[in-house]
């Protein structure tokens, strides 16, 4: 499985950014697609996650109710649409596939990993 994040860039707060992740290869059904993201010096935290099938969904704390996480049938691609950004949210934002079931929260729970897309909100 490779995954290509795209979308990232410079914003101000209260913006609104769209990230995507392309992914190919073989990806079953059962498969769990999840966005991660590090900020300078910190460790890298996990943002949200969709089941392949696109049936279920589950987002960290500081960002439900601000992001959507969607999955693109037509392109093969899982989306991440966050509004309401804040300064806080400015990291490299990763895709991650983890090839079994379960909507984990962890990174040793992913078993393919994208390169990352940066993702700066200015005050």
């Known amino acids: 499985v490779q995954l290509q994040a795209s979308g990232g860039g410079l914003v101000q707060a209260g913006g609104s950014l769209r990230l995507s992740c392309a992914a190919s290869?073989?990806?079953?059904?059962?498969?769990?697609m999840g966005w991660f993201r590090q900020a300078p010096e910190k460790e890298r935290e996990f943002v949200s996650a969709?089941?392949?099938?696109?049936?279920?969904?589950t987002y960290s704390g500081s960002v439900k109710g601000r992001f959507t996480i969607s999955r693109n049938n037509a392109g093969s691609t899982v989306d991440l649409q966050m509004n309401s950004l804040k300064p806080e949210d400015t990291a490299v934002y990763y895709c991650?596939?983890?090839?079994?079931?379960?909507?984990?929260?962890?990174?040793?729970?992913?078993?393919?990993w994208g390169q990352g897309t940066q993702v700066t909100v200015s005050s």
């Open positions: 991650a596939v983890r090839g079994r079931s379960g909507l984990w929260t962890y990174e040793s729970a992913y078993d393919y």
């Open positions: 290869g073989r990806i079953l059904g059962n498969y769990v």
């Open positions: 969709i089941t392949w099938s696109g049936g279920s969904t």
